[in-house]
């Protein structure tokens, strides 16, 4: 089985930032893409940064410039560094993993999710 542990949100002010982190626990893990996504309250999941293996970052239009996606392939963790936050980047945010263990297919795989709230 594979679990994402997700950690780093947490209550910040507009302006302030955050780090989220991401590891992927499990043996004989290959882990192609891995994304950070987000749902605010009302609205529907989207994505926010992805990251390939050995690829190029990619990121919504309204982070651009602002967050930052990351990977550390010996630790199975990605990372998005979020800066210059606003109140419209609150929401809960999540992990994804599309890997797959030993031989197998490839699948999704998402984390609990953490809250990030932007407030004065």
């Known amino acids: 089985q594979v679990q994402l542990v997700e950690s780093g949100g947490g209550l910040v002010q507009p302006g302030g930032s955050l780090r989220l982190s991401c590891a992927a626990s499990?043996?004989?893990?290959?882990?192609?893409?891995m994304a950070w996504y987000r749902q605010a309250p009302g609205k529907q999941r989207e994505l926010v940064a992805q990251?390939?293996?050995?690829?190029?970052?990619s990121y919504v239009d309204s982070v651009k410039g602002r967050f930052t996606i990351s990977r550390d392939n010996a630790k199975n963790t990605v990372y998005l560094q979020m800066n210059s936050l606003n109140p419209e980047d609150t929401g809960v945010y999540y992990c994804?993993?599309?890997?797959?263990?030993?031989?197998?297919?490839?699948?999704?795989?998402w984390g609990q999710g953490t809250q990030v709230t932007v407030s004065s």
């Open positions: 499990a043996s004989f893990l290959t882990i192609n893409n």
């Open positions: 994804y993993v599309y890997a797959r263990l030993l031989l197998g297919p490839n699948r999704d795989y």
């Open positions: 990251i390939a293996s050995g690829g190029s970052p």
